[in-house]
């Protein structure tokens, strides 16, 4: 049961959060605590639980510079604790096997339905064509992405998503492997500066009741 306090708390989170573009460089996040906000950011749900994502955390700030001019030179890249590379598994079924074996060991799936789900994952998944592949990775990657944001934000950290880069380029230079989609990089550190205010479309203009409005 979540009490009232937490809900005004994340609330507050939710509210406080903003795109920070200026950091302190002088903060470092340790890995310890990189851990816990990764392995909270994937409690997010994901399309039959098959969790797409993959994180590369770049820390070290010799790969921020090589990275600053693949982003297009956004300052965030050199001066936050970290950027997160928040990567999508084309072959991300693959895991289906362990994913549901684990979650049958734990007790809480059957062996009927676990055979069920490995058969999805084998079959179904692995049959979409890359386009629809490329959306399921984007869909969980961006719940995952948004969660960990937030929980930054709780944690006291500030972050900025970044579309902002040459993924191409960026693939090249890390590393990184082909059956890897870049989803966002995720800059995450304390700001230096307050972030941009931002404003939202008139609730009216983006949610209807029963039926669109044109
Ligand atoms: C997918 C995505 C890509 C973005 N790319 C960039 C980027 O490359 N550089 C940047 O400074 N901000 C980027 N942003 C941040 C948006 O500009 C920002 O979220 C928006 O202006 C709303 O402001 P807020 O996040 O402070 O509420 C991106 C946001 C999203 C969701």
Redesign the pocket.
């Known amino acids: 049961m979540i009490s009232n306090l937490s809900i005004t708390d994340f609330q507050t989170v939710v509210k406080e959060?903003?795109?920070v573009?200026y950091y302190d460089p002088s903060v470092t996040i340790s890995r310890e605590e990189m851990r816990e906000i990764l392995t909270e950011a994937t409690l997010a749900p994901s399309s039959s639980n098959l969790q797409p994502w993959r994180f590369l955390v770049i820390d070290e700030q010799e790969l921020k510079e090589k990275l600053h001019p693949i982003?297009h030179n956004?300052a965030?890249v050199l001066q936050a604790s970290a950027v997160i590379a928040v990567l999508g598994d084309m072959k991300w079924y693959e895991k289906g096997e362990a994913i549901y074996t684990q979650a049958h060991e734990a007790g809480i799936m059957p062996e009927e339905i676990k055979q069920q789900f490995i058969t999805t994952a084998n079959t179904m998944y692995r049959n979409l064509d890359d386009a629809k592949k490329k959306s399921i990775l984007d869909i969980d990657g961006g719940l995952v992405s948004m969660q960990l944001m937030l929980i930054a934000k709780s944690r006291g950290y500030d972050t900025?998503?970044?579309?902002?880069?040459n993924r191409e380029q960026f693939k090249q230079e890390f590393n990184i492997p082909d059956h890897y989609e870049s989803i966002?990089l995720i800059a995450i550190g304390k700001a230096a500066k307050p972030?941009?205010p931002?404003v939202r479309l008139p609730l009216q203009e983006v949610a209807f009741w029963n039926k669109i409005n044109n």
């Open positions: 959060r903003h795109s573009r982003a956004q965030q900025v998503p970044m579309g902002g880069f966002m972030a941009f931002s």
